[in-house]
């Protein structure tokens, strides 16, 4: 029988080998404990970086490794597989923040942020929700006004990842309000920077090693030069280019439906009732003979996506697709792995409880599974 990967190249064989080692060693232990403690363990940064992994996919004149969109899926994948917390905060960093710097930022700004942020010694933040802004981008409410040489940013964000411990963010704000949409610009903002601050920490039901925050801005002045991209096109532009982020969705619900399924085939061997384990009935192999199914239909799509766009072809609708499906199954996935654990998933200490509340964000964020379907049904040609 063939791997199920056998297309890898050897040198993706080898990072996939070496992550597993990674997160053998330094994510899996501690996963347990910063969902627990809703801490993020911030020394992870530094140790992906100095491996060059935080540099995946980003060229080498700013600090980056170069690499592929496929190597950066299975970064993805190998890492939430150890914790999807963990993971999240990584993929804000990594696919939103320090990527928008990449494609639109200034040479000053590339300079300054990013061989210290792809080291892991800086951290950044995509900050795009809003209490009335979700799915709905057209409705964001902070303003951004130009004032001489400056803008000056008033409003507040919501449900902002790494927000606690950003040291930059990546600021959506209206600059046309009547233009909604085409209104909305990005803005770098240090974490220093006078009339900015961090309003308070969210806690959640799960991702819980991931910090979250709400911030404000209140007068915050930011010159001109932190403008990202095209004033009032800004977000847009991102929107069509930054299409890593559901590829990487699709990843991590990949990586978290894996976790699930082989601690079910596990537990399916050992645990026994009416004297034999209840791998040997019927229900629980079928079950998890879909499970294994449904996950290497996610990678397939997950990887499809990634490749295509490695060879620079359209893959928004691959993207689209990919993010769907993953993220769908994993929660099916994750389900039925929780049923299969009986009580003993249901514990505490099981991490089967906590895939059980880490996997349902994958549907929510970049893109609700409406949204997807939405777009999928458009790229299809309805
Ligand atoms: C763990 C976590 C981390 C996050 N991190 C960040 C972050 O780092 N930065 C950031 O900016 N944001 C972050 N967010 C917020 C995220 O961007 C929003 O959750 C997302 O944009 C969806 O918005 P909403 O939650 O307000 O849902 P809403 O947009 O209010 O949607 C609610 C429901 O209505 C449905 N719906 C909405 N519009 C339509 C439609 N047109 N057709 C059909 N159904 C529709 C949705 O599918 C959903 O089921 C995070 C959220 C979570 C949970």
């Not at 363990?41 to 992994?53: A, C, N, R, T, V």
């Not at 601050?197 to 799960?206: I, P, R, W």
């Not at 007068?219 to 096109?233: A, Q, S, T």
Request: hydrophobic residues 45%; aromatic residues 8%.
């Amino acid at each position: 029988m063939a791997e199920p990967d056998f297309y890898l190249s050897e040198e993706q064989r080898e990072l996939q080998r070496a992550l597993r080692e990674f997160v053998g060693k330094e994510i899996a232990p501690i996963a347990a404990a910063c969902d627990a403690e809703e801490r993020y363990p911030l020394e992870i940064f530094s140790k992906l970086g100095g491996l060059g992994y935080l540099g995946l996919r980003f060229p080498e004149d700013v600090g980056g490794s170069g690499g592929t969109c496929l190597d950066y899926a299975i970064l993805c994948e190998e890492l939430a597989f150890g914790s999807a917390g963990i993971a999240l905060g990584i993929y804000v960093h990594m696919a939103l923040a320090c990527a928008a710097l990449e494609a639109f930022g200034t040479e000053t700004m590339k300079e300054t942020w990013l061989p210290p942020a792809l080291r892991g010694e800086k951290i950044g933040a995509w900050a795009f929700a809003e209490a009335g802004a979700g799915s709905d981008a057209g409705s964001i409410a902070t303003r951004a006004v130009a004032d001489g040489d400056d803008f000056v940013l008033n409003g507040s964000k919501l449900f902002i990842t790494n927000g606690p411990i950003a040291d930059f963010l990546i600021v959506v704000a209206s600059t046309e309000p009547e233009q909604r949409l085409k209104g909305l610009s990005l803005f770098l903002v240090e974490r220093d920077r006078p009339g900015f601050k961090v309003a308070g920490s969210l806690s959640k039901l799960g991702v819980r090693a991931s910090e979250m925050a709400e911030l404000v801005f209140e007068d915050c002045r930011v010159p001109r030069e932190n403008l990202i991209g095209r004033e009032n096109r800004g977000f847009l532009d991102s929107l069509r280019t930054l299409t890593l982020g559901r590829i990487a969705s699709a990843a991590f619900a990949t990586g978290v439906a894996r976790a699930a399924f082989e601690a079910t085939l596990d537990y399916a061997g050992k645990r026994k009732q009416f004297g034999q384990p209840i791998g040997s009935f019927q229900a629980v192999r079928f079950g998890i003979a879909d499970m294994a199914v449904q996950i290497e239909a996610s990678r397939l799509l997950c990887h499809r996506a990634a490749i295509a766009a490695d060879q620079g072809l359209p893959h928004g609708r691959e993207a689209n697709m990919a993010k769907l499906f993953a993220t769908e199954a994993c929660t099916k996935i994750v389900e039925r792995a929780l049923h299969f654990h009986g009580a003993a998933g249901f514990m505490s200490e099981s991490p089967i409880q906590r895939f059980y509340r880490d996997c349902k964000v994958f549907e929510l964020g970049e893109g609700s599974s409406e949204l997807q379907r939405d777009m999928i049904a458009r790229e299809i040609g309805l």
